[in-house]
């Protein structure tokens, strides 16, 4: 009797395979042939999961976007103030520089190669940030001068400049007191 795979759980498994070749040898540098042998399997395997490189990389963004989205909608509409749904989201960020770091280089590869689809992602949690800001403003939890769309968009560059960073040099911040400067930080701004 042919052994039956569950094709949800092996989709997973080559993505999580795939992350791994394309965070070592980048993008370009990886074929599908790469990707089977990573995962365990034969490329014609691989091609029943998979037609083309692209297919997988655009689930690969797909994953990846819908993950962070999630972090981000998490924390910004969970419990508490604002101030500490926003410190929440920057130690949640702060907690996962290594896991993102060891896929840097895939992550910019990525970015590069589906520009757009991060644009649209990066409206999105720009978009809720800011909502999240403008609450914390009619509630009087964030300084009426702030511009929330402004500073939606200057946190989340700072905490991608951060990960792009620990990405290029793990060892230049310890991520404890990252994580306790970007509190005092994001008290400082949005409470001034």
Known sequence: MPKQVDAAVQRREIRSAARRVFARRGVPGTGLGHVARAAGMGRSSLYHYYADKDALLQDLVAETLEGERELFHTCLRGEGSVLE????????????FEDWASLGRLFIDLRLR????????????????????????????????????????????AIDGLLIQHFLDSKALD???????????????LTS
């Open 85 to 96: 749904r926003v410190q929440q989201l920057t130690d949640g960020c702060v907690a996962l």
């Open 114 to 157: 589906d520009a757009a689809r991060f644009r649209r992602f990066f409206r999105e949690i720009r978009a809720e940030f800011a909502d999240v800001l403008r609450e914390g403003q009619r509630r009087g939890e964030v300084t009426a001068e702030l511009d929330p769309v402004l500073a939606s968009a200057t946190l989340i560059g």
């Open 175 to 189: 991520p404890d007191a990252l994580r306790a400067e970007l509190r005092r930080i994001v008290r400082a701004v």
